[in-house]
């Protein structure tokens, strides 16, 4: 345990965005959960500030004799020197935060563009908690990690503080702070140590790991440094506060050098990842007593010492040999919350190197705790930073994008209705496709992650959506986590959307890339997309009658034995609710019959048809719905197909 209390982080106003960095491209392998995942492959730096030339940002914690955190210093009670230099101090800004702070209840992280924008809000602490499962021995030590983090979530972490798990293996890609609790207790109780233990458990350990235990360990030695390092990275990503990694292990090797693996991360490059995005690292030892040999010394390659190290190199601290865990962790979150933001100029900023730097508050019996200095970025890395951060600038911009894809998998269908201040309302609900007869594939979609992209590619969507119809969501995922219609409301133009489809295990099968024209519905009379609800039995037409809110079908094939219930809204200049009518038709157009419109009991002034399908013969038909005003007439289509 170290005995200087307070810090100085050093982070330079620009750090490489989270996209700059693909640990699994630099191992020549992707992780599963990689594939398919096309969201990614669009430019996304308009996350980050515009760098300043010459700026470094640290950020410093000063303790009085009781370790109590000072609250009251300016710019000129700091003396930093830059490689023994005095530097003139630009600004000085004090951060506090308080858990039991009050106020409305924090919104959830739904996309990345909520990520950056909360953790650049007040009053939160950013928290990675890395699970090192390969250096983490099974048990009774896997026991008390989960029991020990369990505890310091709910005890030490506020409701506005931001916080992702991590394993190496897991995507990088997916990589989102979060205030979902629950979603953070999943992920600690699905955490199992593997120390020792060799036996490949996913299908990328099979096909990418040796088989000998010697090689094994280099291996994954080798991942967690590449994920460590991506995930300083992303956490650089999120502003100039102070982050915090937690690392949970029992040792790390150091990954030897090899000819043909140079490009690969380092415990250098880890190091230097971290204090360029101001990312302190502590190092948790689970073990009540580290086995001979293993309890630290100064050989570089013990692996307790690799972590004694990464802690000392970037500002953390080793938590070892400790009886009690929960108080030693509480050091953490500590330090987090109360520190000074000093911003200088430094003229050696832009060579690339290594500069130590020197951090003294002119006041007794004070207590300072220092990073020792700072990587400064190439002016290669500047310009391409810059160039990334105005990447959301009017000027054209050139970005790769997924290709346009029609899954085979899945059935989507889009409604369109007025929204508020000129805007159209979507609704999505899919289904899984008909199976083509003689395919063999085994791939079953469960959900889909839905991305919907507006103009200027601003995410207007992200979520996860199940399936309609007459499979039960409750069946494929937990009813606390399903949601089977998507509704999110846009300006009228081109919407491209993403489809990234699972199935119930999560593994991503496939995916699906295309766009959509959403009409303006501001026109005077208008009719909305119709939605289509299929009912069984009589108790279905009771429940769905019942419902206002029924979540429509994809499908448009039926049998003989349902009755259609079809919900549409019309609209007219005002409050005036237009005419509307409806009238069957055959496959070539011509009118059959006239069908029943009535109004549902909905604010939205919608309006609904009843359609058994008893009475029709086997083959396709369209509904045509007029919608009338002295104001003008709109109509719209529905087709589908009775089968027998």
Excluded: C
């Excluded at 030590?141 to 972490?157: A, G, K, P």
């Excluded at 609790?181 to 593997?194: K, L």
């Excluded at 054209?396 to 346009?404: C, D, E, G, N, T």
């Excluded at 501001?522 to 108790?539: D, F, H, N, S, Y």
Aim: hydrophobic share 40%; net charge neutral; no cysteine.
């Amino acid at each position: 345990m170290r005995v200087l209390p307070a810090v100085v982080g050093l982070a330079l106003a620009v750090s490489v965005p989270a996209s700059a960095l693909r640990p699994f491209d630099m191992l020549g392998v992707v992780p599963s959960k990689v594939e398919g995942r096309q969201a990614q492959g669009e430019v996304e730096a308009r996350r980050n500030v515009a760098p300043a030339a010459g700026v470094v940002r640290i950020d410093v914690i000063v303790a009085d004799a009781r370790g109590r955190a000072l609250d009251n210093l300016s710019a000129t009670d700091f003396e930093l020197r830059e490689d023994g230099e005095p530097q003139s101090i630009d600004e000085v800004r004090f951060v506090k935060v308080d858990r039991a702070a009050g106020g409305t209840q924090p919104p959830p992280i739904r996309s990345e563009r909520d990520e950056h924008a909360e953790a650049a809000s007040g009053n939160t602490r950013l928290v990675a908690i890395f699970l090192d499962d390969y250096h983490v021995g099974g048990g009774a030590t896997t026991e008390r990690v989960r029991e020990t983090l369990t505890r310091f979530v709910d005890r030490d972490l506020g409701p506005r503080d931001l916080v992702t798990v991590m394993k190496p293996l897991d995507s990088l890609l997916a990589i989102r702070l979060t205030r979902d609790r629950d979603e953070v207790h999943q992920a600690i109780d699905a955490f199992d140590g593997r120390k020792g233990a060799y036996e490949p458990r996913t299908a990328f350990e099979r096909n990418y790991l040796a088989t000998t235990p010697g090689s094994i360990e280099a291996a994954r030695a080798q991942l967690t440094m590449s994920a460590l390092s991506a995930l300083a990275i992303h956490l650089g990503s999120l502003g100039d506060a102070r982050k915090t990694i937690v690392l949970v292990s029992e040792g790390l090797p150091r990954a030897e050098r090899r000819r043909g693996l140079e490009p690969l991360p380092t415990f250098e490059s880890v190091v230097r990842a971290a204090n360029r995005s101001n990312v302190s690292i502590y190092v948790v030892d689970p073990r009540r007593s580290p086995a001979g040999g293993d309890d630290g010394g100064t050989i570089a390659g013990n692996p307790q010492e690799t972590l004694r190290a990464l802690a000392n190199e970037t500002d953390g601290e080793a938590i070892v040999n400790a009886a009690d865990l929960d108080n030693a962790m509480r050091r953490i979150v500590g330090d987090a919350s109360a520190y000074y933001l000093v911003t200088y100029h430094s003229a050696r900023s832009e060579d690339g190197q290594f500069h130590d730097v020197q951090v003294q508050v002119k006041r007794p019996d004070v207590r300072v705790r220092a990073r020792k200095g700072y990587w400064a970025p190439t002016r290669g890395e500047l310009m391409r930073a810059n160039i990334l951060a105005h990447a959301h600038d009017p000027a054209p911009v050139v970005s790769i994008a997924p290709a346009r894809r029609i899954s085979p998998l899945v059935s989507p269908w889009f409604g369109l209705a007025r929204g508020a201040g000129g805007k159209t309302r979507v609704t999505f609900v899919w289904e899984p496709a008909a199976r083509v007869p003689g395919d063999r594939t085994t791939r079953s979609p469960a959900r889909v992650v839905l991305t919907a992209l507006g103009a200027d590619n601003v995410t207007v969507f992200e979520g996860p959506v199940v399936p309609a119809g007459p499979i039960d969501p409750v069946d494929i995922v937990p009813r606390e986590g399903r949601s089977a219609r998507a509704v999110f409301e846009v300006a009228p133009g081109r919407l491209r959307l993403r489809m990234s489809i699972e199935d119930a295990a999560g593994r991503v099968v496939d995916s699906d890339v295309r766009e959509i024209a959403v009409r303006d519905l501001r026109a005077p009379v208008v009719v909305g997309t119709p939605e289509v609800l299929r009912a069984r039995t009589a108790r279905d037409v009771r429940a769905l009658a019942a419902d206002p809110d029924a979540v429509p079908v994809a499908s448009r094939e039926f049998s003989r034995a349902e009755q259609l219930i079809i919900r549409f809204p019309a609209y007219a200049p005002g409050a005036e609710r237009p005419r509307v009518s409806a009238k069957l038709l055959s496959r070539l157009g011509k009118a059959m019959r006239d069908v029943p419109v009535q109004p549902v009991a909905a604010p939205d002034g919608r309006n609904q048809i009843d359609l058994p399908l008893a009475g029709l013969a086997a083959g396709e038909y369209q509904l045509e719905i007029t919608a009338s005003s002295p104001a003008g007439e709109a109509r719209d289509l529905v087709s589908f197909r009775v089968t027998s």
